[in-house]
């Protein structure tokens, strides 16, 4: 666990970098990490110069009622699942005034899983809005990440992160 809390100090300053010297802002949505991202940023002090807000939504009903994510899709392709990912991150900035979101959605464990999504299947998304189209720009992966519930989620952030940072740098 220190090796991935380094990990994440130094991604987070690199990021907080970036984001204040571009006047960006972000925000998270995330389900099976229970608020850990939002809580990684805001352990660097100043992060209010550029983290938004961050959404806790491990029920259905959350993602729905808080973010607008939309029950239909729930049902179709689970709570766990790259649609419902993108609808949550989209959902982020639409009830934000971030620039850019990230989403995490999972099966931490130990319980939960199945032979079609096991234990440790996360899937993410990563979204911003063109602000000249009013269109969003969104890109979405499922991973697969081994260990307990505890190592799931460290690795789920940091990879939200690493992904996020690469996105930034990429515009």
């Not at 010297?21 to 099976?32: D, F, G, P, R, V």
């Not at 805001?42 to 992060?47: K, N, V």
């Not at 993410?124 to 189209?133: E, G, H, P, R």
Request: hydrophobic residues 40%; proline residues 2%.
């Amino acid at each position: 666990m220190v090796v991935i809390k380094m990990k994440a100090e130094k991604l987070i300053e690199q990021l907080a970098e970036k984001c204040i010297a571009e006047k960006l802002k972000i925000a998270t949505a995330e389900s099976c990490t229970g608020g850990l991202v939002a809580k990684l940023i805001t352990d660097l002090a100043g992060s209010s110069q550029w983290f938004e807000c961050g959404f806790v939504t491990y029920s259905n009903e959350a993602k729905q009622e808080m973010i607008g994510v939309d029950a239909d899709l729930i049902q179709q392709w689970g709570a766990v699942s790259e649609p419902v990912a993108r609808a949550m991150a989209e959902g982020v900035l639409q009830h934000s005034t971030a620039n850019y979101a990230l989403s995490i959605t999972g099966i931490a464990g130990p319980g939960g899983g199945s032979s079609e999504k096991p234990v440790g299947t996360v899937c993410f998304a990563w979204s911003y809005m063109d602000k000249v189209t009013s269109t969003f720009h969104t890109t979405a992966s499922t991973e697969l990440f081994l260990g307990d519930r505890l190592a799931v989620r460290n690795q789920s952030a940091v990879f939200s992160l690493n992904k996020l940072y690469q996105l930034i740098n990429s515009r």
